[in-house]
């Protein structure tokens, strides 16, 4: 039984000179790939490449040639390509916030992230219960939370660094008729826009990408009217402690985003030393992600710990009263 296409099947050169010299038929691995038998993985892989097929995510096998050599069979989220390559070729690039948002952006939305999946019912329950009129979106990506601001009738402006993210944020805003301000931009310059002028600030699953906080979020303080409200949430420093990283996929590459070493006191102190009064704070265990985002060995292991970091703020109100 076939679960999954293979589309165009690419075997690198190293994998067919093992693959020839262990006298073996490649095909026995496409097959085997095919039908679900993902070869010498844990339970985790197991679960994920399990998830991955019924959300049409890519798929990766391992199986063992010899007591050194391993070949992985790597099938695409869109079933277009199946690569098999030794386990030794498999890359690991590093590079930077705008290089890997460029690659990601055409996937972005397609993708399950488990992250955001945690984060919005959080933001929805917050948003709902604030008066929003004028809006800025920082770090806007494909405009999730702009979208929503819009819907709703606040006036929202949205910045991004990456024109490939914006690119799809601007088509889904012009899908549905959605009057947003988009903007290139990116935050380590400053943000182009007058003090005191918005109402509403957010700053979404970003901040663990900027180097300097403190300049950032005095950013947020001096673009936000007084009595305006700011929503930053982020990838939970005690996560990006423990050595996880935000990493997508690509058959036969691994591309890793810069994460910095900002810890949660970073967050509340900065923002309190800046002038906000903090209203909330929410630490979101892995556990609270909902069901089919994560391997059950995946929460079973990490449940209890820190996942997404999510801090309401107030820039203060001007008071009229006189001093005595």
Same mark, same amino acid.
């Given at each position: 039984?076939?679960?999954?296409?293979?589309?165009?099947?690419?075997?690198?050169?190293?994998?067919?000179?093992?693959?020839? /010299?262990?006298?073996?038929?490649?095909?026995?691995?496409?097959?085997?790939?095919?039908?679900?038998?993902?070869?010498?993985?844990d339970?985790?892989w197991?679960?994920?490449?399990?998830?991955?097929?019924?959300?049409?995510?890519?798929?990766?096998?391992?199986?063992?040639?010899?007591?050194?050599?391993?070949?992985?069979?790597?099938?695409a *989220?869109?079933?277009?390509?199946?690569?098999?390559?030794?386990?030794?070729?498999?890359? #690991?690039?590093?590079?930077?916030?705008?290089?890997?948002?460029?690659?990601?952006?055409?996937?972005?939305?397609?993708?399950?992230?488990?992250?955001?999946?945690?984060?919005?019912?959080?933001?929805?329950?917050?948003?709902?219960?604030?008066?929003?009129t004028? *809006?800025?979106?920082?770090?806007?990506?494909?405009?999730?939370?702009?979208?929503k601001?819009?819907?709703?009738?606040?006036?929202?402006t949205?910045?991004?660094?990456?024109?490939?993210?914006? /690119?799809?944020?601007q088509?889904?805003?012009?899908?549905?008729?959605?009057?947003? @301000?988009?903007?290139?931009?990116?935050?380590? @310059?400053?943000? +182009?826009?007058?003090?005191?002028?918005?109402d509403?600030?957010?700053?979404?699953?970003?901040?663990?990408?900027?180097?300097?906080?403190?300049q *950032?979020?005095?950013?947020?303080?001096?673009?936000?009217?007084?009595?305006?409200?700011?929503?930053?949430?982020?990838f939970?420093?005690? *996560?990006?402690?423990?050595?996880?990283?935000?990493?997508?996929? #690509?058959?036969?590459?691994?591309?890793?985003?810069?994460?910095?070493?900002?810890?949660?006191?970073?967050?509340?102190?900065?923002?309190?030393?800046?002038?906000?009064?903090?209203?909330?704070?929410?630490?979101? +265990?892995?556990?609270?992600?909902?069901?089919?985002?994560?391997?059950?060995?995946?929460?079973?292991?990490?449940?209890?710990? +820190?996942?997404?970091?999510?801090?309401?703020?107030?820039?203060?109100?001007i008071?009229?009263e006189?001093? /005595?």
């Amino acid at each position: 039984m076939h679960l999954l296409s293979l589309g165009t099947i690419e075997v690198t050169l190293a994998a067919s000179a093992a693959l020839a /010299a262990a006298s073996t038929d490649p095909a026995i691995y496409l097959a085997r790939h095919q039908s679900g038998d993902w070869g010498e993985v844990d339970e985790s892989w197991q679960q994920a490449n399990d998830l991955a097929i019924q959300h049409e995510e890519q798929i990766d096998s391992r199986y063992k040639l010899s007591d050194d050599i391993e070949l992985l069979v790597s099938t695409a *989220a869109d079933r277009s390509c199946t690569r098999m390559l030794l386990a030794e070729e498999h890359q #690991r690039r590093e590079i930077s916030t705008q290089e890997g948002y460029a690659v990601w952006a055409e996937s972005y939305d397609k993708e399950r992230n488990p992250l955001i999946a945690v984060e919005e019912p959080y933001v929805d329950a917050l948003v709902a219960a604030l008066p929003i009129t004028s *809006a800025l979106d920082v770090g806007t990506g494909t405009g999730r939370h702009a979208l929503k601001l819009a819907r709703r009738g606040a006036a929202v402006t949205a910045i991004d660094q990456s024109p490939e993210m914006l /690119a799809v944020a601007q088509q889904a805003a012009r899908n549905e008729g959605l009057t947003i @301000d988009f903007q290139l931009a990116s935050l380590d @310059d400053g943000l +182009p826009f007058e003090s005191n002028q918005f109402d509403f600030l957010i700053c979404a699953l970003t901040l663990s990408h900027v180097p300097n906080l403190a300049q *950032a979020i005095q950013e947020f303080y001096r673009v936000l009217q007084h009595g305006g409200y700011l929503l930053i949430t982020d990838f939970h420093p005690n *996560a990006i402690g423990e050595g996880w990283r935000t990493v997508f996929f #690509r058959p036969g590459i691994s591309y890793y985003l810069p994460t910095m070493p900002h810890t949660r006191a970073d967050y509340l102190e900065t923002l309190a030393t800046t002038g906000f009064t903090i209203l909330n704070v929410i630490d979101v +265990p892995v556990r609270d992600v909902p069901s089919g985002y994560l391997s059950d060995t995946f929460i079973r292991d990490n449940g209890d710990k +820190p996942f997404c970091l999510i801090v309401l703020a107030q820039k203060e109100p001007i008071t009229n009263e006189m001093p /005595a």
